[in-house]
């Protein structure tokens, strides 16, 4: 089988970079999902509402398509981030959950709470629907924040103890981002591995305070940092293709040819820091899963 004849599914894709990046590679067919289609956005993008039961039934049946290769899921971190236990002034956002509450501080109310229920509903489906792909033989990955409350979820580590899961933490910085905002990705498959980058400081980063978004609004600057670094989503494509590669799908030349580079880069870079690939998270699969 071709690359060309399958696909991915990005979910919470935002601007859909990655969608489109996967497009460029070869999974001509790939689908951006969103509640909502982002300004700019890269890609097509079917608006579905994951919270509604209808809306997951159609995202599930795409899921059963044997051409599918590939889902992507990135669950809004803006109620999981750390960041938020940062106050410098009054005005900051303030922190709703902590490591005794990950899925949400008690004394929320109003709209935090609304907030926190909405997220941690998204985050549940988003770990079912993992492990659904996985079962099903499909590769799969998510990313968040290396530090959000999100991979302490009793979701996510009901999944870790049920999927044997591989994790990538890197520097955005090292893959086009303006700063350096440590990213984890989790897979299924160990060559993600392989996007295990420590910033060199071999160049300077943008503030975290404020800064401007397209439109010239103030913003906070971890709002900017949601979108995917194009070279990011290139990394993280091509990974994919060198497994379906092992699969044995057929791939374009210049597919082979930019994995090849790829590597190549991150194995400098990772040689010049003085690093070494992140190990693998521990393979803690039941016995009664076991082959």
């Known amino acids: 089988m071709h690359v060309e004849q399958t696909f991915m599914i990005e979910v919470f894709c935002g601007c859909a970079i990655l969608c ?10 790939s ?37 599918l290769l590939w889902m992507h899921f990135a669950p809004v971190c803006g109620t999981a981030s750390r960041a938020r236990e940062i106050r410098v002034h009054w005005s900051d956002p303030r922190p709703l959950r902590s490591n005794e509450f990950p899925h949400g501080l ?27 792909a996985v079962q099903a033989g499909i590769l799969a990955t998510v990313e968040n924040p290396k530090n959000s409350y999100f991979w302490v979820t009793d979701w996510f580590l009901h999944l870790m103890k049920t999927c044997r899961l591989f994790v990538a933490d890197f520097h955005v910085c090292m893959l086009g981002g303006a700063r350096n905002k440590w990213t984890r990705i989790v897979a299924n498959f160990q060559e993600i591995q392989q996007l295990s980058i420590e910033c060199d400081k071999s160049h300077d980063h943008e503030s975290w305070r404020f800064a401007q978004d ?20 290139i990394a993280l494509v091509q990974s994919v293709l060198q497994v379906a590669h092992s699969f044995g799908l057929i791939l374009q030349p210049q597919s082979m040819r930019d994995i090849h580079k790829s590597m190549l880069k991150a194995q400098a870079a990772q040689v010049s820091s003085g ?17």
């Not at 004394?107 to 079912?128: H, M, P, W």
Request: aromatic share 6%.
């Open 20 to 29: 489109a990046t996967a497009k460029q590679h070869g999974l001509a067919g």
């Open 31 to 67: 689908i951006a999902v969103d509640k909502e289609r982002k300004k700019g956005a890269r890609s097509s993008v079917f608006q579905l509402d994951l919270r509604n039961s209808e809306d997951r039934l159609l995202l599930e049946h795409w899921m059963d398509s044997p051409l």
């Open 275 to 291: 690093l070494q690939p992140r190990r693998k998270v521990p393979p803690l699969v039941p016995e009664s899963m076991k082959p």
């Open 214 to 233: 397209s439109d010239g609004k103030r913003v906070w600057a971890t709002s900017l940092e949601s979108a995917y670094p194009r070279k990011m989503c």
């Open 106 to 132: 008690p004394s929320l109310s109003g709209n935090d709470k609304q907030r926190v229920l909405i997220a941690n509903d998204l985050f549940e489906y988003t770990c079912k629907l993992f492990k659904k």
